[in-house]
């Protein structure tokens, strides 16, 4: 049995279909970077662990109706430039409020 002749649009489709996955998976890696990265900032400020800091940004998000990698990325800027938009500072210091701070341990006496 000899194989059929390969349909070169058939590979073009594929192709491409493979560069928008690519593409897709390339923004998916850099989207997560930047909320891990304010995750950390509301473990270190906020003093909660990195659970509660992600619940902090996913309330936050919700409640200002922006979506979780914006809200991440302007928690990033803050912590560069000190600037965040009132809405955002308040709803996020309402959340920091509902969810932590946690109790950091003590150092150890010597």
Do not use: C, Y
């Not at 309402?94 to 950091?104: C, K, S």
């Amino acid at each position: 049995m000899t194989p059929a002749p390969h349909d070169p649009s058939d590979e073009t489709d594929r192709i491409f279909e493979l560069q928008e996955e690519v593409e897709q998976l390339k923004e998916a890696v850099a989207s997560h970077a930047v909320v891990d990265q304010a995750i950390g900032m509301m473990v270190a400020l906020g003093r909660v662990t990195p659970d509660r800091g992600w619940t902090v940004l996913r309330d936050v998000s919700q409640h200002t109706n922006i979506k979780l990698r914006n809200v991440a990325e302007l928690i990033l800027i803050w912590g560069r430039n000190g600037e965040l938009p009132a809405e955002v500072r308040a709803e996020l210091e309402a959340a920091l409020d509902r969810h932590g701070p946690e109790q950091i341990p003590e150092a150890p006496q010597e």
